[in-house]
């Protein structure tokens, strides 16, 4: 059970001064930065980092895992172009805050995590909160075969490749946003990938990132 799901006047000011920030950033996509300012972040945080949840930073969520920083976050999903009622699939679940940012802007959120522990502890904080995410222990590799296709795929770990599986589960005219680890090992390159009619990708480049592995199969952290 989870002591901080209060989200008091303060979390609330505090939350409107990391929305300003991340907009002083260049994040521009309002229905995003409405989404940030309406999801309680130190939620999904230990207890002990309360204080810090609404500072531009990732922080441990246990696991060895991080929960990714907001201007990550508003990055990515800006990149996304989501509509409300879209099928959304994540990979890498972590905390389930950017889950809930996706869930916030209307979108029927999906997310797998392959470590038990971490799939356990944000099951139960999801349960008590109310987006719509539907939270998967397993390899993201292999994406949801019973509820494709997808209208989006975002990966929120380094990948080493665009995985073949998820891109077949993916809409004609689908969108999947995803950090491909550099040549030269240091970081990923964020990419927006778009299904085309004739099942080709288009794919656009957006900067550099660091992300923790996007790794196989289940773990027991
Ligand atoms: N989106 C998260 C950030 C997660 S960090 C958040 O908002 O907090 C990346 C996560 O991806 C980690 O929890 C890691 O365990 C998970 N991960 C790595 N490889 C994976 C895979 N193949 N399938 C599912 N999850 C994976």
């Known amino acids: 059970m989870n002591t901080n799901l ?11 001064q990391l929305v300003d920030q991340l907009r002083a950033k260049g994040i521009t996509d309002e229905v995003v930065l409405t989404a940030i300012n309406e999801v309680p972040r130190h939620v999904f945080l230990d207890s002990s980092f309360v204080e810090l949840a609404y500072q531009d930073q990732a922080f441990p969520i246990g696991s060895g895992q991080t929960i990714s920083q907001p201007s990550t976050v508003a990055f990515q999903t800006q990149l996304l172009q989501v509509q409300p009622g ?14 809930c940012v996706l869930a916030a802007m209307g979108a029927k959120v999906f997310s797998i995590e392959r470590q038990r522990n971490l ?3 944000t099951k139960d ?3 008590q909160l109310p987006f719509r995410v539907k939270p998967f222990l397993g390899d993201g590799y292999e994406g ?36 491909m680890d550099n040549p030269d090992g240091d970081g990923q390159t964020m990419l927006r990938i778009t299904k085309l009619d004739d099942g080709s990708l288009k794919k656009e480049a957006f900067g550099d990132f660091k992300f923790v592995p996007m790794l196989k199969e289940i773990g027991n952290d």
């Open 6 to 16: 209060e989200d008091n006047y303060r979390h609330k000011g505090l939350r409107k």
């Open 86 to 99: 879209m099928k959304v699939l994540e990979i890498g679940t972590g905390s389930g805050y950017q889950a």
């Open 119 to 121: 799939y356990f502890k």
């Open 125 to 127: 904080i999801l349960e």
């Open 144 to 179: 949801l075969s019973t509820y494709q296709p997808f209208d989006r795929i975002i990966i929120t770990a380094g990948a080493p490749t665009i995985p073949t599986t998820l891109v077949e589960q993916m809409k004609t005219g689908g969108i999947m946003v995803i950090p």
